[in-house]
């Protein structure tokens, strides 16, 4: 399976840290040195995960070189959902009228891009979907509290649209090598590690040094598990894309790989963490300096917990 | 792929018609014979959507004839969210101590419980799992306004766990035989007939009559397609397991296909619409009368909009 396009949509509005030291009483400085944060992206009044995902695939669909209609699969993913019946992987349905297509969103909290590509790869294996588009969209600031000197500063806004398909169509297309994810709640704090109550208090991380160590081992282990199982090695990788919760997590992990900072792929510092949009868009971002033949390696972990990983070849 | 158990949990309350009618106006009897709703299941205060479904899940568990841990795939639905980073999947990832699996939670409203199984159906192809678990658990009380005299009325909440496996383990496993989705957002009002924004109102019905249009129309055209898809006729089905959403959408399904209606599973007047979780709670409650050979056709629409039918052989 390859990834034949790819588009992201940022909300243009960057909040400082100053914003959150100010309603929290956390230091701007604290703020940057333990998350890399400096800004984040927030949606506008008037936006929310749907309109994201619209304008991500909106985009997608003016990229494209065959009719959007063809698709036949959509997966919308997010944690922070707008409408939970008519999601955003509907709402994408419906604005590119794309009229024989299955249809279904998904969570598994931040690694829910690397669980959407895997549902697109069972679709591919049964013959029920040729095209497909996954669109991650978060809207994180209207489930945080900025107020929460904790975790109130980490969150930002975001979407991407991703086409996928079984067969190659150009040879500009990406080829998706192989998938890994796992169900991690029965490690450490969990399913309680991280936790967004849409109805209640919102996202609240009572355990956050849990969080970061389960990300930092997960974030490792499934890379080198799925390049060992691929015959491969770290050497052959050429870019790391990791999710984007903290720059402490991406250093430690990028230490314990001996992938060099220069081969990361890295929004954090501007954009916050944009969840299960963040490692897509960050892909996005950088898709133009992707050369043939780059090994390209995605590494996720979720509140929840989940991981996952997923080998690309340019 | 074949059902080897099915277990349902449904909390104890009933909520009857007088509750609503006095604090919406809306008459008692009005409600009964506009919905055929007498009452509906409510959750007590400390329950939500994974406590439900972890119920159901460990009554699966006790039913189930090998080791759970050999659960490689757990796959949550509902639209109703207690939490959609720690999502109900999650919940029973760690509540039944699976260590080696993977995990995911997804919404296509009401028809969720198929897209579910088309999922796993997806990771049986891929020979990426063997033996999964479905979890579907609605929570609809905490999103519905009581006193909204159009649809406050309306919702049920339960959970229901299946037991999905790739080969036949025992002889009194159900056949899976097909399964059909389609997302249908494209059709009538769309994504915006049923919405539920867990952020904000919770469940809203502005389009009560084109929902239940367009129900009628999939419900009945959707296993007419999947069974001449099988060369098969409604002659040969033995019963139906509609989506409970109302009882005339039923009845006029019923008439449609020319399906008597003592061969219709339905649990909608005492239950009210459990959502997801309400056509997989009617084919657990009636499991026991199934016999070797027996046609059962699964038919639903989702909010959204979507729908989906599945044919079981017992």
Redesign the interface.
């Known amino acids: 399976m390859y990834i034949n396009k790819i588009s992201h949509y940022i909300p243009k509005t960057r909040v400082p840290n100053l914003y959150f030291s100010q309603l929290s009483g956390q230091d701007e400085d604290w703020i940057f040195q333990r998350t890399g944060i400096k800004t984040r992206s927030k949606a506008a009044k008037d936006e929310n995960t ?1 309109t994201m995902a619209i304008q991500a695939s909106k985009q997608l669909s003016n990229i494209v070189n065959f009719p959007i209609s063809e698709v036949d699969l ?1 997966v919308g993913a ?10 955003l ?3 994408v ?2 604005s590119l ?13 931040c690694s ?1 891009f690397i ?1 959407a590509l ?2 697109v ?3 591919f ?2 013959n ?1 979907a040729k095209k497909a588009i996954i669109v991650a969209s978060e809207h994180n600031s ?2 945080s509290n900025p107020e929460n000197p904790k975790d109130g500063h980490l969150w930002g806004d975001g979407a991407v649209a991703v086409l996928v398909t079984k067969e190659k169509i150009s040879e500009k297309d990406i080829h998706i090598k192989d998938i890994l ?6 490690e450490g704090e ?10 209640f208090e919102g ?1 609240n991380m009572p355990h956050g040094n849990d969080v970061y160590l389960h990300a930092i081992k997960y974030m490792t282990e499934l890379p080198k598990q799925l390049l060992k199982k691929n015959n491969m090695s770290v050497e052959d990788v050429d870019y790391l894309v990791p999710h984007q919760a903290n720059i402490r997590i991406i250093n430690k992990v990028a230490k314990k790989l001996k992938i060099s900072k220069d081969k990361i792929f890295v929004n954090i510092e501007e954009l916050g963490n944009t969840g299960c949009a963040s490692s897509p868009i960050a892909l996005s971002q950088n898709i133009n300096i992707l050369k043939k033949g780059d090994i390209i390696m995605m590494s996720v972990f ?5 991981g996952g990983a997923v080998i690309l070849e340019a």
């Not at 994810?181 to 029965?186: I, P």
């Open positions: 749907n959509i997010t944690y922070s959902p707008y409408d939970t019946v008519g999601t992987a509907h709402a349905q419906r009228n794309i009229t024989n297509a299955k249809v279904v969103s998904i969570s598994s909290a829910s669980n895997e549902i790869e069972g679709y294996a049964m029920k209207i489930y994810t796992f169900g991690l709640a029965h969990g399913n309680l590690g991280v936790m967004l109550h849409p109805k996202i979720g509140g929840g917990y989940s």
